[in-house]
């Protein structure tokens, strides 16, 4: 209870409440601009995090965060343009009611149904996060070793585009993290004799490159530009509470299928959130309504995928294992201001836990209020020219690498690293296997390397223990599974072809 | 190269690379496996390199199955501008400091991305780059570069 109290001082703070307040505000018109996304929002605040507190830093990235999932939706709902790819689902509904007339329902079913995944993902958090930690201070060196392997590969896994695709950038990633001085016997890796690049590549300089700059790019080789035309009258009104009545299962059941995605690795809220849209169309009261302007839609779609927001932060938080590219970066600047999550930090920094959840129940609260008062205002983001705010994206995103450490050399990391983005994506790379690569690369290999010393060197060993057994057969069915699912179809084609002969 | 993907030629030139690293990994300099029986410095990252090398030839080959890479010379020459102009600013930055090359950038770059306005672009360029620079070197105290002309910025 005494952690408790600490962690609420540490919230109630003015810094602490004004970063809530204007994280959030930041966060939604972030996703409401298409195209920027949760993870360029949060590289872009990174400067300003830099002179911050610790606490007063986690509430602006957390507010950028939760936010920008929610931003998305608006964009959803009055221009047919998700402004995140997690809002894809919500246009489904959303903007057929717009066209009705109802953007402003609309907007308030979203904004009722955003906030309540927001906190039901909290709770989850709240609940889930310390049990998590505190079974895994049973874990040794080879349970590290085969989690980190099953997040990658989870990751690669689930990735856009093809598997071998997605394993071959999270490899990348893992060999990138591995150069400059290797922290087991001191010897440098892959530095052809250059001095600055002992220290290796540095973790943000990157990601603003692979996903802020990369961005850019990819803006610039696409002809086509959108162009938001808002045609219909934005406000806010919230749905009655006898049209909540019917729908509070299906609230609920979205929620939980957004709170146990956000919590496996490399899922997050875009797929979360059609994974709920296709149980509603399966089982919701109205289904057969759905994609015509239907309320259940975007209920479904937004809870879940905002009840991703405090999910995904349970084994970021706990364990130190980012489930994607947002995390990964927030786990980054976590360490940037002296927090380094796992079980550690449960132990020896409760009241910074306690915090967090306080942060994650009032940013929720105000994404509300924002979004409640400011639709309207947001939508007129819409209207500022991409090629101007492109070009203020490359400099806030430029100033966030330089400021980790004040060297120039992470602007030409990050510049390489948005050249090196911008043709990976071109031929369908993704890039988030990369960045978790990046930052499980040392996990991994130091706790292999301390894995074999206890094994005396016998990775034989490393099966008998059960959990790591169950890891490693689940890594395994992930990598066998769309071979199991080509036989598996290959089959059905056949019974298919006997039956129509 | 004509109907070679993206995916194939990528893949083909991360195959070569990881063939050089792999190669590099048994330099003189790494060899201490008598110090640390064989988990080296390069231990880990000769394993890294090896499922590379399977992953790249593998893209390779599936990507000789995809469509064959389109140039649209239009495109190119945009996202080649942005990128020249890009990599231009941030080399310029530690030669002339933070404030000059970006107020510089800050005027071309809407341009080169499709941008007409001169007007606003011209506004946006005398007004963006210094407020940001103000609000970060002097409020954040996160100290940008300096130009070696003038001792303010």
């Known amino acids: 209870m005494e952690l408790f109290s600490l962690g609420l001082e540490h919230v109630l703070t003015l810094p602490a409440l004004v970063s809530i307040i204007v994280g959030t505000i930041l966060g939604v018109a972030v996703g409401v601009l298409p195209g920027l996304g949760s993870v360029v929002g949060i590289t872009m605040i990174l400067p300003f995090t830099f002179s911050m507190g610790q606490i007063p830093a986690l509430a602006l990235m957390l507010g950028v965060y939760c936010g920008s999932v929610y931003g998305g939706s608006i964009s959803a709902i009055v221009i047919n343009t998700p402004g995140t790819p997690q809002a894809a689902a919500t246009a489904l509904d959303g903007y057929p009611m717009a066209q009705r007339g109802e953007a402003d329902l609309a907007i308030g079913w979203a904004t009722m149904a955003s906030t309540i995944g927001g906190l039901f993902s909290v709770v989850v958090l709240i609940i889930a996060a310390p049990q998590l930690a505190a079974f895994s201070l049973n874990f040794t060196s080879i349970e590290y070793f085969a989690l980190g392997v099953f997040a990658l590969i989870c990751i690669a896994n689930v990735s856009r585009g093809a598997m071998s695709k997605g394993l071959l950038a999270g490899a990348i990633g893992l060999f990138l993290a591995t150069v400059g001085v290797d922290h087991v016997t001191g010897d440098m890796r892959f530095t052809f004799g250059s001095f600055e690049m002992t220290a290796g590549i540095s973790l943000i300089p990157a990601i603003v490159g692979l996903f802020a700059l990369s961005e850019v790019f990819i803006r610039a080789s696409e002809s086509t530009r959108v162009k938001a035309v808002i045609a219909h009258k934005v406000g806010f009104r919230l749905p009655p509470l006898s049209a909540w009545k019917p729908r509070l299962w299906l609230l609920l059941k979205s929620c939980t299928i957004g709170s146990f995605i956000g919590t496996l690795p490399g899922t997050g809220a875009a797929t979360s959130s059609f994974i709920a849209y296709s149980e509603a169309k399966r089982s919701a009261p109205n289904r057969d309504k759905l994609g015509t302007g239907e309320p259940d839609g975007i209920v479904a779609a937004e809870s879940a995928n905002n009840a991703v927001t405090g999910s995904a932060m349970v084994p970021t938080l706990a364990l130190g294992i980012p489930g994607d590219p947002v995390t990964a970066v927030m786990l980054g600047s976590f360490i940037v201001h002296g927090l380094a999550p796992g079980p550690r930090l449960f132990t020896e920094h409760l009241d910074l836990v306690y915090a967090v959840f306080l942060i994650l129940v009032a940013v929720n609260l105000v994404m509300f209020v924002v979004g409640a008062l400011g639709a309207q205002i947001f939508t007129r983001a819409l209207k500022v020219p991409e090629p101007l705010l492109m070009t203020m994206v490359v400099v806030i995103a430029l100033i966030g690498a330089y400021g980790v450490r004040g060297n120039a050399l992470d602007l030409a990391t990050a510049f390489i690293a948005g050249v090196g983005g911008f043709v990976l994506r071109k031929a369908g790379f993704p890039l988030a296997p990369l960045v978790i690569g990046m930052v499980l690369s040392q996990m991994i290999e130091n706790s292999l390397r301390q894995g074999l010393l206890l094994t005396r060197g016998s990775f034989l060993a490393f099966f008998e223990r059960p959990i790591a057994l169950s890891l490693f057969i689940l890594t395994a069915l992930m990598l066998a599974w769309p071979i199991i699912r080509w036989l598996r179809d290959r089959n059905r084609e056949a019974r298919n072809d006997i039956k129509n002969t | ?153």
């Open chain 2, 1 to 153: 190269m004509a109907g070679a993907s993206w995916a194939s030629v990528i893949g083909g030139l991360i195959f070569l690379t990881t063939a050089f690293l792999f190669h590099h990994t048994f330099a003189d300099a790494y060899q201490t496996s008598i110090l640390t029986a064989g988990r080296g410095p390069v231990f880990f990252p000769r394993i890294i390199l090896a499922a590379m090398a399977v992953l790249s030839l593998m893209v390779t080959v599936e990507g000789l199955r995809e469509k064959g890479a389109e140039f649209r010379p239009r495109e190119i020459l945009v996202a080649g501008a942005a990128i020249v102009l890009t990599g231009g600013y941030i080399f310029s930055i530690e030669a002339a400091g933070f404030l000059i090359p970006t107020v510089i950038f800050t005027f071309l770059m809407p341009f080169v991305l499709g941008y007409r306005s001169v007007p606003m672009a011209l506004i946006i360029a005398l007004t963006y780059p210094p407020a940001v620079w103000y609000i970060f070197d002097k409020v954040f105290l996160i100290i940008l570069p300096s130009s070696p002309w003038f001792e303010a910025f």
